[in-house]
């Protein structure tokens, strides 16, 4: 059996965080485990408030999951703070988790922070060095970077920036430029485009959520990485046009089960 585990945020109202990731992990029949960082009073019009578990819990549910179960891949999501990135680093490095894809989630779409500010420099040296692919969009690249990202050029060069600080397989989501939802992927030789028809809907809450863990279910499944990619990128476009209407702001996209018939 294919196992994944999210390590992020808890979303109310279902859209992102552990409960978008343990629906892509269930429609892509990859068996979920999750070890929860935060929770979030949350719904489609925003965060209404936000509880932070200790670092020591974080602890105790990564030790329960991987002394048991195990993951072939993993993905990180909201981290919260520095003390749980610092537990989170320690348990990756400590039981030797592979396919780690790192979401570097900073700011929720309603503008509320999900990582403490002085953080950021922990997620950058702690957690990225171990991941084998991150995932920022452009305002996330912009402050890993440390400089406004905002064109496909910039993109690229921020990708190839990161590469720099050890990250194997670099993608700079581009869903937040106009035209065509354009992702970009650096692996230190070549640069790749990942691209599909931008979707005029509101159904975007928990995109990159639900991205992250569709390329950590395929790792799991055995897929390169590039393949991996290009798999999770035609899900949450289908994810995003199939979608219906779920509360009165940016409601979630939908997680089709069972999006692949692959027998086992
Ligand atoms: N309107 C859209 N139409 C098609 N694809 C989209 C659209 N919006 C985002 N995407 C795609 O969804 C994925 C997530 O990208 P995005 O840049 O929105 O991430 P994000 O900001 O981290 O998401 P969030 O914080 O809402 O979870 C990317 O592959 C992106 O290209
Ligand atoms: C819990 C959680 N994680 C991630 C995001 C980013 O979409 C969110 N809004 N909430």
Redesign the pocket.
Known sequence: MHKALTI????SGGG???QADLKTFAALKVYGTSVIT?V?A?NTLG?QGTFDLPPEFVGRQLDAVLSDIGAGAAKT??LANAGIIEVVAAKVKEYGVKNLVIDP?MV???GDL?LAREARQALKEKLLPLALVVTPNLDEASVLAGREITSEDEMVAAARELHDLGVPYVLVKGGHLAGAATDILFDGREVRRFTAPRLDNRHT??T??TLSAAIAAFLARGLTVPAAIAEAKEYIHTAISQARAVGQGYGPVHHLAPYYSWGD
């Open positions: 992020a945020g808890s979303d992102a965080g552990i935060s979030t949350q965060v999501g909201m989630v929720a779409k309603s999900l809450h928990g990159g959520c």
